[in-house]
């Protein structure tokens, strides 16, 4: 009889205890260069979540057959970088000591690296598979290296050469381009070699970190950073579930900015990519 | 450290047993016949508390000191106003039988019924004091009886000649402002009369129902049928402050159809007068 | 030198008697679940008909050369939809008994239930082919059985298995798909099996109904319910070209909800989906 | 049963031939110099008139009491703004020699030349009364002599030295401040010395020209150039309602440029005004 | 340490003297028929310009290593098309005359006309490739001559037949098509025949414009005339990319409306088109 | 001929080096709690500047009469807001040392404190005449020193007792209200004794900081924090006007949001009020 739907994403209607996998919101952005607003995009995926369903007529599964955990947003300070990178650091520490599946909702793209690093801490040997407009490898950004345009930067310090797959890239400094040929996998504008790097990572461990400005601007206009000749939804979609065989310990979507679509398509993009995701991970 | 921010209105920290006072949502607008969208009424003033403040500098009080619980949102059908109607005024009892101050965020103002009857049967004698801008006097509407338009007819039809004291009515076809002059107590485009009318209520039970749109578009543009010509913030905040002697037994908050205001100025209208509201009711 | 522009669709300038087609809207949202709005779509579809010509390059015929009549909007009760239907089918009933085809702009999803009475009535036989991102075969929704959710499963009821031929079908609960296996012709995602569908049918009187929302946010975000992954405009075009063969003796627009796209492309989408469907059906 | 809801003001229901007074629009804003689109002014007023009711509490009057007929709107060149008056002109013309009472919507401000030189030719002695923020005296803008910025320095051209009272002026050049007050009767910011005008002008015949942006951005931020610091609309209200007394023989309101207020307030206060205007001047 | 971003183009650098390209924009929309607004394009495209980068992945060339000037906005007049064409006209004239490559940036689609006027003059036998969703070659449109619906009609008229290649067309009157079969090379819907046209030209002089509706509205909803059924993003890159054998001689973008798409993607879209084409074309 | 509308502010047209006062944008609000963007106040306000005129008829003089330079915005790092202080500080620095007046356009209101402290620095006495919806007097917020929400306690830090003059204030936690009873002069609501505080301070040197907020979100709905229940415009500005005898040093104006009303209005108002500020102020 009582709903108390945008509390938590739909289907997560387990316990913290019992849940196999827990979602969190990290509402930071302040790192954001153009336009700021990616703090609103948990909530607003919780509560527009009400409009898709739980069940996927691509996987043939349904939410309600995981144990999901929504556990709200952290409390970050506003414009301090460091410190909120911690606290993301610490709670999905946290999440990984309890053996849960961490499922991290920016938020600008610098979130990532709190998961990261606990992420890595906990899987030695641990990739990245990035699908992203930007290559977000700027060594600083004038004169900050915790950016979100640093982000791979940042996260290639933690995992070396070869440990960091780029896919989707269409921009970034002419610099970024060369860093990326002699350091990271860097697959531009779409996902040509997907499969490829799917089969060779094996088991191995795998943090998955979706820019969803990955997207064109016509699918996903609700964003920071609009970059337009990204792929489309479908393109996404496909490339998502060809992850399947992958041994995804944590994931995280991010470059949500609500306030940027009025029409809120760039929302039900979000909640969608982010069913299909939980339905093709969290079943290990 | 975590944030549910967003599920529940602000200061709505007790338990439903300890607490003097509950919050429900009514997200119903199936009969609005200009601009619907009431429906997300109460998951916005949830949303955007957030930018307000729980103390109280007009009356130095804080939200903190009351006991209140927020108990989300009814599940409604839709496209059906008598059942819809029906599962509002059941809840009502309940909370009245529990001893608790019921407190209604619509959706549309046809929601009001549904608790004025429960209230009203539960405090006979019950009047109505009604801030609007329009006179809600219909006794249908394109055929219909359970319409927004004919919400203030109904509650007539409740609690007869001169209980029903109406404020700030500035539209309604010419036949209502006839109904009025003969049945209820209605003072035109602002709240002159007011204290003349608190002060000849005394202890009678009263059920307060603010149709925010008594507010002038300038001031509150979200809403299903902006009428010019209302009230300031500030007038209405006076009226509200002014009604502190009345024995308010139950009150409600309707019609902000966020979707129509893209600045949030209109839910942070409501959710300032809720706060004003809570304060000045939730001590007896 | 006058000019009523909005208050037809453009190319509409035969009177009633003399029509062969007669447009008609039908401004009902009662049951819509997630964004109302739909209301306003036959309105916003006549206003901005003005930005695109009577001449179609895809098929070189001009509206002009047609001899249609729109008769402006019904007047439906609001928040009873089991009267808003009967008032949509009797007035088809009329329509079909004059001789003209029935062109029905929503609306909600619903609204087609009225259309489709009548039809059926006078079209023993009749089939539907359905272009929609949604399944809507659910029994009921919260209890009701007249629902958008429910549409298509109200529709079999009348016309039986084999009858209802579903395209682009990509949201459901999985029974709605389970219902779809068993009973009708569902097509998951796009256009998949279309020209082989309308081969079967030939002369078959047939209903075709355009949900919108078959299209992808991207081209198409006013909506009620945005469903990202759907079709392309070009995609939708190629689609309902190939129609052309069908015997449709009436149709449908539904979904548009104008006040979810403040750029006006989906009013656009709908606009130039409208003359096409016209130019293709309305000859025969 | 059948609503054409958008295509005439509400109460327009005579026919040309018996109306008293006819609404017509002149969609143009050709040389606006900020911000276009007043030319969607008629049309969003008579969308949204759906909204208003008929009766006017304030005056006690009805529309369904007067005579009127809406014409629709003058098909107008683009980018002609010689044209386009001469075709507003050439209707006001016929519409006096058939007896009628022209009420032009714009548009922008320019329009009212158009009409003002047909009203002229048939009432000399004519006199001005114009609400505005703006003084429009400007002698040319950016070289033109048709602009915006200078109508009322054509109008005074056209009437000369003391027939043209203009209130709310709160812009404009420091020329046009000093050509005023050689020149016109200017009122500044308000409505100060509103009622010895009316008491002076007696029954001189007046013409009404309404530039809507003398009201504060707060109440009608959509148009063409807002300047803060106009009045309430209660206080536009009570200044219209003051003109009672004069001998209005044609008005105009103009500059709504609804596409600048997505909350559609701004078209709701120019539907009301004008449905006073037409209460309090058509009945003579 | 000072940013004056948002007064000229990313990467425009150079003075005027060492310029091999000077950016200049007229910002007029005085012929728009639907909804105008392009006046804001330049003004967007500036400021937004911030958002991309200057270095391109597609073509590994940066805008820095170009000497390009952006010398801002024309000063056009109001509602007079005949002199705002002249004015361009004459710069255009004057910036050839420096030696300089005119870009162009609109602005309705009529601007065209002025700078191809100049060019023309300098260039004999000249082409023009249009990338468009309309033809524009209506010999006149209501009445006027110099309208955007216009403006290839008289390109064509300067050029001769055979002169004048037309992309993408997918709107029209019938006689538009009539008029191209016999006078203009066109190629409707997409870039089919386009490396054709690049290899038959060779080193003929080339006036390359981009009216940005060629785009579908889901990649440029903010545009004057948006119209269903044109090319992706991508797709428009690639034809762009495709042009790089032409000799082009001068090139503009149009039709950017920003007021009309609050997300910004329109304007994003405009920017790394105006990149990519100088980017292209300015070696020579 | 030439137009760079939008890259200064109306009536900069003086060289730095023979300005008298110097307008700089801080484009800065990392530290916004609620909805960021004031980042895009000063661009904004110089973009929109073109739509009100230099002249002043509430002063009759004219920003023409006055020498100003606008030097466009600090490029602040983003996420760092001690470095943005700093950056804040040093450039104010440069101004007084060069004799001229600054003038900051925020951003958030942070971005005060930087100023405040270089002024302070140069005129030992300072005092602070500050308009402001929320007191601003928290000793951290969520951890956090520097916070817009701290930034009159810091300036209280600077400058002790008294020297803090607080006027509008409607908003803050109790332990504010507490601690402006015992350190500042706070005015609650509006602008009740002002001009006393006019009076008393006499030549002292003054600091005047404006939070747009103190507006009422009906006027100036494009903040970060909207607190209903502020001054309508016109009050702002007598009270801006009574500052007239004052001695003022510098000033800012702060906490445009532009992302947050469509509509601009926030953005003319603000416009508005500077104009008015350096007509005031920049004369001695």
Redesign the interface.
Known sequence: ???????AFIGCDASYEEAAAVLFGAPF?????????A?FGP?AI??DA????T?S?YQ?R?LTELRLHD???????????D?ALS?IEV?TRKLLGDGKTPVLLGGEHLVTLGALRAVHAAHPGLHVVQFDAHADLRDD????K??HACVMRRAWELLGDGAVHQFG??????AE?AFAAAHTELH??AFDGLSDTVRALGDTPVYFTLDLDVL????F??TG?????GV???EL?QAVLALGPLNIVAFDLTELSP???????ST??AC??LRELLLLTIRK
């Open positions: 009889m009582w709903s108390n739907s945008g509390s952005d302040g790192t954001t260069s153009f336009r700021p607003g703090r909530h919780r509560s009400f409009g898709i369903e069940y007529p043939n349904d556990v709200g947003d952290l409390e970050l300070p506003f414009g301090n970088a410190a606290a709670h950004y004038l004169g900050e915790l950016s890239i269409r921009s970034g400094e002419q381009f531009p504008f064109d601007p016509s699918a206009p609700g950073t609009p970059e337009p000749g489309a939804f479908r979609l306030p940027y679509d009025p029409t809120g398509a039900a993009a969608k990519i």
